[in-house]
């Protein structure tokens, strides 16, 4: 992951590089060369997705010297990848709790057996009732209809028989290995407090956007504030990019593999352009679209 990148830019080399006590002792060799189902596991795909998107950063900034950017966001772990690139914290503090955030959470889904549905066609009121009704919670509201909810496995069948009988269109099991942004993270939440209150933390250069308060965080508590609470809390990303598209962003890049973030923006902010790019070929696609 990110071999094309590194072998393109010495700033992303680097980047692509860092490694910590914290982290996998194979998890240069992992990010490097796979397997791929040791990059799925929460404790390597976390600071392996932080790395790649500050590297993707850092060839744009290369290769366009003049590019500068109005605010930052990021969806779930991508929200510590936007609070690095504005300099709030520096890379290898934003490394280490990101390395941190995902031992924890995969301890969490290792102790609580969870699954997340997706909600297609939806509003926040129906979803929240279907996740009261089922024992599950509301984990994001990605905008355009769609709203993810997490819970335990066990009430997984009855989560989707209550979406059936709501008249959602469609409801659809992630394959992810638990329930994020539920209480079924509190004690990934516990354990990553004590990581966030000995990292230094500054007001970033730029806005950046907090998922758990759907809008730009204001002070050093709300960082670490909001940074926690969107482990247990909700994702407001369709608030997110409603602010960004408030404040005069004229257009967004997505850093980062899938164009997943992409996909939703031309639903809930279809005026604003949006580029997205996870490889070396993909960024350098957008570099020349943006330069015509």
């Not at 290792?110 to 926040?124: D, H, P």
């Not at 759907?214 to 002070?219: L, V």
């Not at 960004?244 to 923006?265: F, K, S």
Request: aromatic letters at 4%.
């Amino acid at each position: 992951m990110g071999t094309d990148l590194a072998e393109a830019s010495p700033a992303a080399r680097k980047i692509l590089g860092l490694n910590n006590e914290i982290l996998p002792a194979d998890f240069l060799a992992v990010l490097k060369n796979g397997p791929e189902e040791s990059l799925t596991r929460t404790s390597y795909c976390q600071p392996a997705l932080y790395l790649h998107g500050l590297a993707l950063l850092a060839v744009l900034q290369e290769k366009n010297p003049n590019f500068t950017f109005a605010a930052t966001a990021g969806l779930s772990l991508g929200e510590f990848t936007a609070h690095a690139a504005a300099g709030t914290f520096s890379i290898e503090d934003g490394l280490r709790l990101v390395a941190r955030r995902g031992t924890l959470m995969e301890e969490a889904c290792a102790q609580n057996q969870g699954a997340m549905l997706a909600l297609l066609g939806t509003t926040e009121a129906i979803a929240t009732q279907i996740a009261t009704a089922s024992g599950w919670e509301v984990a994001n509201l990605n905008g355009g209809g769609q709203v993810v909810l997490s819970g335990p496995i066990e009430k997984l069948e009855a989560a989707q028989t209550a979406a059936q009988t709501a008249g959602v269109k469609r409801s659809i099991p992630l394959k992810v290995a638990g329930a994020y942004h539920s209480s079924l993270m509190t004690s990934a939440k516990e354990g990553l407090a004590e990581a966030i209150g000995k990292t230094n933390c500054k007001i970033p250069a730029v806005p950046v956007l907090s998922n758990f308060l759907g809008r730009p965080i204001s002070s050093e508590a709300e960082i670490r504030s909001s940074l926690l609470d969107q482990v247990t809390g909700t994702v407001r990303w369709e608030a997110c990019l409603k602010d960004l598209a408030d404040r005069g962003v004229t257009q967004l890049i997505e850093l980062g593999p899938g164009g997943v973030l992409a996909g939703l923006a031309k639903k809930i902010v279809p005026d604003l352009p949006c580029h997205s790019a996870g490889t070396l070929a993909e960024l350098e696609k957008v570099i020349h679209e943006r330069a015509h």
